[in-house]
């Protein structure tokens, strides 16, 4: 199994830039690929950006792409998300996940990191 500690979260202003880091331990030789995920107050969990682990090829959802930007640091088995032109709507509890060679989904997941943007 895969461990994700989540960190780096917190208060911001709009505008205001914010850093996630999320560390893996455990089975991480088994990692295809990682991505981020937040859930806002009342709403669905929702995608924001993944990697692959391999290859490094990423992808954004729309709502974010120009303002975050999701790296890797495959040495210490880290993820990081730099978030950007932060809105209020960014607002929400932000999960690390990641998906092992063969899943077909996101099957690990940490236990979260609050991000709170203030207009």
């Known amino acids: 199994q895969v461990q994700l500690v989540e960190s780096g979260g917190g208060l911001a202003q709009a505008g205001e830039s914010l850093r996630l880091s999320c560390a893996a331990s455990g089975r991480t030789v088994s990692i295809y690929a990682m991505g981020w995920f937040r859930q806002a107050p009342g709403k669905e969990r929702e995608f924001v950006a993944r990697i692959r682990w391999p290859g490094g090829d990423t992808y954004y959802s729309d709502t974010v792409k120009g303002r975050f930007t999701i790296s890797r640091d495959p040495r210490r088995m880290k993820l990081y998300l730099q978030m950007d032109s932060l809105k209020p709507e960014d607002t929400a509890v932000y999960y690390c996940?990641?998906?092992?060679?063969?899943?077909?989904?996101?099957?690990?997941w940490g236990q979260g990191t609050q991000v709170t943007v203030s207009a």
């Open positions: 996940a990641s998906r092992a060679v063969g899943a077909t989904d996101f099957n690990a």
